[in-house]
C-alpha cells in the first residue's frame, strides 16, 4: 500500500512539474520558432541564409546528442530536463541584445536546438519513468495540453510586442520567463528512480552513451528510416514559414496569429490524440499525422489568402498534436530499460535528417519557388506514413498490467 502511495506522489509531483513548467517553455518558444526566421528576414538575411543557420544548428544536435542518453540515465531526468531548460534561457537571452549578427543568430539556434533535442528525451523518460505505461499516451497528453495552451498566446503576443518595443526586448522577456519555469520546475519535481550508485566522470558515461549509439537495438534502429523520412520532410520547410509569410507580406503580429491558429489546434486536441494512441496504437495514429501534414501543405500550396494560410496552420497543430504521443509511445515500447539513452538516439537520427535539409529547402525556395519545397515534403510524408505502416503496423496497445515504464 506504502508503494501505491509512493508511486501515486511521484506522477502527482512530475505531472504538476512538468505541466508548470510547460507553460512558460510553451509560451516563450512559440514566440521564438514564430519569429526566428522572421527576424533574421527583418534584418537582412535571405532565405538561403536562414536555412544554413539552421543547419549548422542541427549539426551541433547530431553530435552531442548521442552522448546524453546516458547522462539521463546516468544522473538522472530530472537534473538533465532543468539543465536543457537553461540552454533555453541562454538561447532567448542571446537575441536580447541589439543588431544580432549572423553567428549571434546561429549560436542561438544553436543552444535551442539542443535545448530540443536533449531536453525531449529528458522529458520524455521523466514522464515514462514516473507513470504506468498502459496510462503513458493518456498523461503525455494531459502535459502537451498545457504546453500547447502556453503556445496559443505566445505568437500573437510576441507580435505585437515586436511591433511596440522591438525584438530585443521580447527576447530578454521571453528568456527571463523561461527561467522561472525552471526554477518552478526543479523545486517541484522529484527524481522518479535513484541515478547510478558506481562512481563515473561524465565524460566516461557521455563516451559509452555514444559507442551504444553507435551500437543501436535492434528494435530501435528499426525506427530510423521513420525518423529520417519524417524529420527529413518537416525541416525542408517548417523552419522557414515565417520567412515565407515576411516574404510575401505579413508582418509580425499576423505571422503570430497564424502560429497561434496552429497551438490551439495543437491544444485542444492532444488529450484526444494521447488517448487515441492507447486505444488505437502508435503506428495508425503516426499514419493520420503524416496525412495531416501533407493536407496542411496542400492549403499552402493553394493560396496566399489569410484565410487559407490559416486553415494549414490549423492541420499543422493536429499534425504536430497526433504525432507527440504517438512518436513518444513507440520509443518508450521499443526501449527497454534504456529510455533516456533511446530516445536520445532517436532525436540525434531526427536532428541528422535535418541537417541538410533547411539549406536544400532554403535554396529550392529561392530558385524553384516554395511549393517546390511543399511538394518534395509531401513526398517524403508519403514514405514516412508507408515506412510506419509496414515496419510497426503490429504495435498494439501496451497491456495493462504491465508496470511503470
Known amino acids: 500500500m506504502s508503494t501505491a502511495r509512493g508511486e501515486g506522489s511521484i506522477i502527482k509531483r512530475n505531472i504538476i512539474a512538468l505541466m508548470t513548467y510547460s507553460v512558460f517553455r510553451g509560451f516563450a518558444i512559440s514566440g521564438y520558432q514564430a519569429l526566428f526566421s522572421a527576424y533574421m528576414k527583418t534584418v537582412g538575411f535571405s532565405m538561403a541564409d536562414i536555412g544554413v543557420a539552421i543547419t549548422a544548428s542541427a549539426l551541433s544536435a547530431v553530435l552531442i546528442t548521442p552522448g546524453f542518453g546516458g547522462i539521463i540515465d546516468y544522473y538522472g531526468a530530472r537534473v538533465a530536463t532543468t539543465f536543457t531548460g537553461l ?60 504546453f500547447a495552451v502556453a503556445r496559443i498566446a505566445g505568437p500573437t503576443v510576441s507580435g505585437i510586442l515586436v511591433i511596440h518595443e522591438g525584438y ?176 536520445a538516439n532517436a532525436n540525434a537520427v531526427r536532428s541528422l535528417a535535418g541537417t541538410p535539409t533547411p539549406s536544400i529547402g532554403g535554396y529550392l525556395s529561392q530558385v524553384r519557388g516554395i511549393n517546390t519545397v511543399f511538394m518534395l515534403a509531401s513526398i517524403l510524408f508519403i514514405f514516412s506514413a508507408l515506412y510506419a505502416q509496414r515496419s510497426f503496423s503490429c504495435s498494439k496497445r501496451s497491456n495493462p498490467r504491465t508496470s511503470r515504464g
Open 87 to 146: 540552454l533555453i534561457v541562454l538561447s532567448l537571452g542571446l537575441l536580447a541584445f541589439p543588431h544580432p549578427s549572423l553567428a549571434v543568430f546561429i549560436a542561438s539556434y544553436i543552444l535551442f536546438m539542443l535545448s530540443f533535442s536533449l531536453g525531449q528525451p529528458a522529458r520524455s523518460t521523466l514522464l515514462a519513468q514516473s507513470v504506468p505505461v498502459y496510462r503513458y499516451g493518456y498523461y503525455l497528453g494531459v502535459v502537451t495540453t498545457s
Open 168 to 343: 530585443p526586448r521580447l527576447f530578454m522577456l521571453l528568456s527571463f520567463l523561461v527561467l522561472v519555469g525552471v526554477i518552478l520546475f526543479h523545486i517541484l519535481s522529484i527524481e522518479p528512480r535513484a541515478g547510478n550508485s558506481a562512481q563515473q566522470s561524465l565524460i566516461t558515461v557521455f563516451l559509452e552513451s555514444y559507442k551504444h549509439a553507435l551500437r543501436p537495438q535492434r528494435r530501435i534502429a528499426r525506427l530510423y528510416p521513420l525518423l529520417f523520412l519524417d524529420r527529413g520532410g518537416w525541416s525542408l520547410w517548417f523552419p522557414l514559414l515565417s520567412a515565407y509569410l515576411k516574404s510575401i507580406g505579413y508582418v509580425e503580429d499576423e505571422i503570430g496569429f497564424f502560429y497561434t491558429i496552429q497551438n490551439i489546434s495543437h491544444a485542444s486536441t492532444a488529450i484526444f490524440w494521447g488517448r487515441l494512441v492507447d486505444r488505437m496504437g502508435t503506428t495508425r495514429v503516426i499514419v493520420l499525422s503524416e496525412f495531416l501534414r501533407i493536407t496542411a501543405l496542400l492549403f499552402f500550396m493553394s493560396s496566399t489568402e489569410q484565410a487559407v494560410i490559416a486553415a494549414g496552420f490549423a492541420f499543422v497543430g493536429f499534425s504536430i498534436a497526433a504525432w507527440i504521443p504517438a512518436y513518444n509511445k513507440l520509443v518508450a515500447q521499443l526501449a527497454g530499460d534504456r529510455l533516456g539513452e533511446a530516445y
